[in-house]
């Protein structure tokens, strides 16, 4: 699907979005980041070796979608450092910082246009948002002003699954009680999340990765819905 579909919002109680490349731009993003890595190392060339330390631990996750295993928020590090010949102290350190903390700060600026407003817009019909990303969401959902219902990630321990398998989404709808055909997931990668939904039967959208000003998919959606907010059959 796209937003060019008309989505059924009567049945919709819930939507699910993904986080990275769904609620903001991560070209954006990517490109202050490597100024600032760039800034960063260039000053401390003895410490390059975390970079690479970085973009292990991306291809290490890369390479095992749909992964299950105990207690996924550890073994992502293990991965890194067995892959990368890394102490697993330095790879958490190094990771939690780049990827969990410093990026938050710009992330405000990053947001696609209309994110906020459509949030602003589901609330106001009633329907739940919920969040499910692969990696920790709450701390860049407050740098965005952004707020769910209920957050899940594939690292939490009561998921332990990767995308595309579809043990986030499942846990989602078990959790507020209604069916996957009730929600709506909005994701940004076809082969994770829009496999991911389909596994789970759950309707999807895949974001449609327009220029950051020329982005318009969820001025479109929230259009829509208020089109339905505004039929005789609505009151």
């Known amino acids: ?96 910082y780049w990827m969990f903390q410093h990026p938050n700060q710009y992330l405000a600026k990053c947001v696609y246009p209309g994110t906020q407003s459509f949030f602003a817009a589901l609330r106001q019909r009633g329907i739940t948002i919920g969040i499910y ?40 709808t078990a959790e507020l009680g209604i069916s996957p055909s009730e929600c709506l997931f909005i994701g940004d990668r076809p082969e994770l999340d829009g496999v991911c939904a389909e596994r789970a039967g759950m309707p999807y959208l895949i974001v449609d990765k327009q220029p950051f000003d020329q982005f318009t998919f969820y001025t479109q959606l929230e259009q829509q819905l208020a089109a339905i907010l505004t039929t005789p059959t609505h009151g």
């Open 1 to 96: 699907m796209t937003y060019s579909k008309q989505v059924d919002w009567d049945r919709v109680k819930a939507v699910i979005f993904d986080v990275d490349g769904t609620l903001y731009t991560q070209s954006r993003l990517r490109s202050k980041m490597l100024v600032d890595l760039l800034g960063y190392y260039a000053l401390r060339p003895w410490r390059l070796q975390e970079m690479r330390i970085l973009q292990r631990f991306r291809v290490e996750r890369e390479k095992r979608p749909g992964m299950a295993i105990p207690d996924l928020e550890n073994a992502q590090y293990a991965w890194c450092a067995d892959g990368g010949g890394f102490p697993l102290e330095k790879v958490r350190k190094v990771v939690d």
């Open 133 to 172: 990303s692969d990696y920790p969401a709450q701390d860049k959902l407050t740098a965005m002003n952004l707020a769910a219902d209920i957050i899940v990630s594939s690292t939490d321990p009561h998921i332990n699954h990767l995308k595309p398998a579809p043990q986030g989404l499942l846990y989602l």
